[in-house]
Every structure is written in structure tokens, then in C-alpha cells.
């Protein structure tokens, strides 16, 4: 398993414990991931509400720059904003010649759009990467309640994204399972956590937030996994500030599924990003990795007995 | 049988509605009112036309009101109407047509969208990547929101998350000249597809 690897521009900072924790997960089930050459940003919404022209150049050219050097691989990247924005450009310039010819004079190189654009979710929930990961997965995380959240770009449009049931996805939900968590049916899977409008327009996005963790507690979800460094900055960061204004808080820590998965290996927490979180991790963490109950049927804890009595 | 009823619009109206539909690769006609977008838009509250509204309006003929809509600005780009709609038409995609049609005619009518979206592409212009907490500082100043706390800067400085320098790409000049030529206006000069 080699793939070209696009970062996204959170992978050193918003996004650093997806990055630390897909790069420990890749390792461990031999998961090959080449940093394109000199990427930039892949313009996300932002540039898609600039000009229709710009949001494909800024992935044309980085994915020109990859063919140019040589590296005839498909693309990975774990951000769910860059894996949209790259596949509809990929999507757009095998429409038509005339679409990639416009691309190439625009970017002032050429391109080919030779390479597939896959998200690190769909990479890692193929047969030939869950095999070594069922391999690799040495503790089972004990039943966790684990809700999925895909969020909008890995699944929407279909067309474009051609990957996993726009309304349903089950590819993290295996994943989780696999891990030893329990995966829980829920309603807000493909919800939109708000994007950037957190920022721009947060009277009217916090509220899509706060309906993604009442759904997941409805359903007992004891900890929620992400795909996206901007729904976990969106989930994660503002939990506590949703929390104010409740009457019973949401206790919900959110996770990267590599971070799931990592810690399911053998991982700690700190070499996963885990203690970098906004939310408190430790109950679910704890509960994740606590030691498998005594095999004994009677089920009489040796730890209830006096010291000098040993048991056959 | 038609939706419309366009005695009393304008050639000009007609002419903008025929460029936003054709940017967004959507047929008015094929809209037949069920409302389903509106009903799965998570950003309706928000808006003065759901999405619904949107088409009816641009049917109607009645494109000036379409454009000072907040609508298209509040929305979030997240596809569910799109993924919904029984006539399978891009109702996201229109969307960003009103929005790129509005901010041609000078219009933003909200106003914070506009200075966040521009301020994201000015930096990646500048530096190619997009750096977050800069970004944040800058829109903050920008939108006179000067002590919200939209990152929580000091927290993310404290867990790794804000670097001590910013993210570049080595060839800066490539960065302008794209941007350049993908921003230059290529009336009805459009690829195909989306
Ligand atoms: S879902 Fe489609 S057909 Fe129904 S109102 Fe919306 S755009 Fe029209
Ligand atoms: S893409 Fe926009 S209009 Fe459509 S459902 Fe999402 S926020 Fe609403």
C-alpha cells in the first residue's frame, strides 16, 4: 500500500492528532504515505465561493506538481475539506479535454488527472488495509460506544465522491467495530457541523453542533469519531462553550477514528494526540483500555480476598 | 405547461437568471416545488429564502430579491439538498452561482461571509497555505469583532496547534499568477460540468 499524501493545511496545526495519529496507524499496517511536492491549499469553500475557476486550479496544481515529479501513485489525504476539493477537481477535468486543457493554462502546467483522490477513511477500510489492522488491533476497546460522524464532503455529492451511502455510511463504523467498539445507530451521521461558519456566522452555526451531540447522547454514545479536522475543531473545541448555556452538559469527548484505531494497537494517548483535545478524554480513554474482566466464572474478584489466601 | 409567468420581467432579469443557471448547470424547469431541500437544510433558520424559495423566486423572474438574499451566503456548501432532491438538480451549486452573481452586482448581504471567505483566499494568494490562526487575528479586525474568541488562540498555542512560523509554499510567485488568471473574467467562457 503506497499512496501520494496530501496533508491539508491543518496537518501541522488545528488538525496535529490526526497527522500524528494516521502516521502512527499507517506505520503499524505498512500503509506507504509520500508527501506530494510543494502542495498548496486546496482553497476548501472558500474558494469555491470565489470563482468556480479557482477551486479547481488550487488542486490542479498540486496534483500536477505530484504527476511532474514523477510520483505516479493516487492520492491520499485524511482531511474530508481537501478530499472534496481535490476530487471534484479530478472529477471536472476528466469531464471533458477542453475542462483540463482551461486547468493546465491556468496553473501553467500540464495535467493528466491520472491519479485517483481517495480520503484516508475509504484507504483504510479496504479489505487490504483491514486485514493488517485486524492483525495490528492487539486490545479491544471494550465495548465503547462509539458514534460515527462523516460529516458533509466524504460523502456528498455521490457522484463526485463515489464512496460509502450518502445517507447511511458504514466504513467508519466498521472500522470502530473492528477496534472492539461498539458502533451506535444514529441519525446525525451526515449532519453538517457548520464549517467555517463557526467562525464567520456563529450565532446561527452553533446550533448545528449542539443538534449532532444531543443526537449521539440520545442514542448513548460515550464518545463520537471524526474523519475532519474541522469538525473535531468544531465538536471538540466547542463542547464546553455549548455546555453553558445547558442544564446537563453533554460529556461527549470526540476522537479522530485514527486515534480509535491507535489506541486499539497499543498506542498511548500522548504519541496519538489524544492529550491535546479540548474536551476531557480520560473517562472514555479509561474505559476503552480497561484490563478484561477475571475469566473465573464465579466471578469473585482474587482482590476481595484476604492476601494469604490463594486461590487454585 | 410552465411555472412561469414572466410578462413583467425584465430582458436584463432574464439575461442574469440565464447566467446563474447556466454557471450552475441547473434547469429551472425541472423544479417542481416539493420542498424536500428546504425541509434538510440545516442552515433554514437562517435564511430568508430557503432554498425552495430560492428556485420559486428565480422562476418567478424576480432575480434582484434572489440576490440580496442572505441565503446563498448562509449556506454552507453542505450538499444535503443536492443529495435529496428528486429531480437530482445542484441546488448547492446554484447557490454559489447567486453568490458569485450577487458579489459581481457589489452585493453582500452578509457581510461577515464575504470578509472571511476573501480573507482565506488573500492569505493563500500571499503564502499558498492557509494559516488558521492568522486567519482568525485577521477576521477579527476585519469584522470589528475584535475580542471574540474565535479560535481560542491561547489554548491552541498551548497544545501544538498554532507553529511558530507560518506555512509557505516555496514557489510564491506560481501562487499569484494562478490566482491571476483564475480570477480574470471569462464571461460565457465556462468549462463543462461543475
Ligand atoms: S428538492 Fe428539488 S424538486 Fe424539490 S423543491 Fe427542492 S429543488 Fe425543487
Ligand atoms: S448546501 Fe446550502 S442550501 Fe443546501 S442544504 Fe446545505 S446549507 Fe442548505
Known sequence: ?312 | MSFYNLSSTSSGDLAAIAQITRDAGVNLDDCYQCGKCSAGCPLSDEMDLYPRKVIRMLQLGQVSAVLKSRAPWVCATCMTCTARCPQQIDIDSLMLSVRHAAKRAGLRPVREADIFDDLFMAGVRRYGKSNEALLAARFNLSSGHLFQDVLNAPKMAKRGMIGPSLHKVKDRAAMRRLFGRALRTTEGEKGDGI
Not at chain 1, 482531511?79 to 482551461?102: E, P
Request: negative net charge; contains cysteine; charged residues 20%.
Open chain 1, 1 to 312: 500500500m503506497r499512496y501520494a499524501y496530501f496533508p491539508g493545511c491543518s496537518a501541522a496545526s488545528t488538525g496535529i492528532s490526526f497527522t500524528l495519529s494516521a502516521s502512527y496507524v499507517a506505520k503499524r499496517i505498512g500503509l506507504e504515505l509520500v508527501e506530494m511536492p510543494d502542495w498548496c491549499c486546496c482553497g476548501t469553500s472558500a474558494a469555491l465561493v470565489t470563482s468556480r475557476d479557482l477551486a479547481h486550479a488550487l488542486p490542479a496544481r498540486s496534483l500536477a506538481l505530484a504527476e511532474q515529479a514523477g510520483l505516479d501513485l493516487d492520492v491520499v489525504t485524511p482531511c474530508a475539506g481537501c478530499f472534496s476539493s481535490l476530487k471534484r477537481t479530478v472529477h471536472y477535468a476528466r469531464q471533458s479535454d477542453k475542462n483540463r486543457h482551461r486547468l493546465e493554462e491556468i496553473i501553467e502546467l500540464p495535467y493528466a488527472a491520472t491519479a485517483d483522490v481517495m480520503s484516508l477513511l475509504e484507504v483504510m477500510a479496504r479489505p487490504e488495509a483491514m486485514e493488517p489492522l485486524a492483525a495490528a488491533i492487539t486490545k479491544s476497546l471494550n465495548g465503547l460506544r462509539v458514534a460515527s460522524y462523516y460529516g458533509c464532503a466524504l460523502v456528498r455529492p455521490q457522484e463526485v465522491t463515489c464512496f460509502d451511502d450518502p445517507e447511511d455510511p458504514q466504513s467508519m463504523d466498521s472500522l470502530m467495530e473492528l477496534a472492539g467498539a461498539e458502533p451506535v445507530r444514529w441519525a446525525f451521521k451526515t449532519e453538517c457541523c457548520g464549517a467555517s461558519h463557526q467562525i464567520s456566522e456563529p450565532h446561527g452555526a452553533r446550533r448545528l453542533i449542539a443538534r449532532v451531540f444531543e443526537n449521539a447522547a440520545a442514542n448513548g454514545a460515550e464518545a463520537i469519531a471524526v474523519a475532519c479536522p474541522l469538525c473535531m475543531l468544531n465538536l471538540d473545541m466547542r463542547e464546553a462553550g455549548i455546555n453553558e448555556s445547558r442544564a446537563v452538559p453533554f460529556d461527549i469527548p470526540v476522537f479522530y477514528f485514527t486515534e480509535l484505531l491507535g489506541l486499539a494497537m497499543g498506542g498511548s494517548a500522548r504519541r496519538l494526540g489524544i492529550d491535546r483535545h479540548f474536551w476531557p478524554t480520560g473517562k472514555a480513554v479509561r474505559k476503552a483500555l480497561a484490563p478484561p474482566p477475571e475469566p473465573s466464572p464465579d466471578n469473585h474478584s482474587t482482590s476481595e480476598l484476604p492476601q494469604e489466601v490463594t486461590v487454585a
